[in-house]
């Protein structure tokens, strides 16, 4: 049974780092593309940051320069490391895994339960 947990969530103030997690299991997570998405209240789940079966990332501009996303093969873990908060990058963050590696959610079949991120100024 695939399975993705996120953990790392929290409340920071503007200017603040968190690192997100995300272990993996049911599968072999080195093969698979992996995703970082976020939600936030009334809008529309957007791609955060993704990384490939080779380590290739990429990342929404919104982020670009503030966030890393980084993997450990033999923990089967996803990593989002968070510096420079602001407000708007409050939502709910979700880990996902699927053999393609587009920028949008329909790319990924597994999917976590999120862990909330809130950022006050």
């Known amino acids: 049974q695939v399975q993705l947990v996120e953990s790392g969530g929290g409340s920071v103030q503007a200017g603040g780092s968190l690192r997100l997690s995300c272990a993996t299991s049911?599968?072999?997570?080195?093969?698979?593309?992996m995703g970082w998405f976020r939600q936030a209240p009334g809008k529309k789940r957007e791609g955060v940051a993704t990384i490939d079966s080779d380590g290739n990332t990429k990342y929404a501009d919104s982020v670009k320069g503030r966030f890393t996303v980084s993997k450990d093969n033999g923990k089967n873990t996803l990593y989002l490391q968070m510096h420079s908060l602001k407000p708007e990058d409050t939502a709910m963050y979700f880990c996902?895994?699927?053999?393609?590696?587009?920028?949008?959610?329909?790319?990924?079949?597994?999917w976590g339960q999120g862990t909330q991120v809130t950022v006050s100024s």
């Open positions: 996902a895994a699927g053999l393609g590696c587009g920028a949008t959610a329909e790319w990924y079949s597994y």
């Open positions: 049911g599968y072999t997570s080195s093969s698979y593309c």
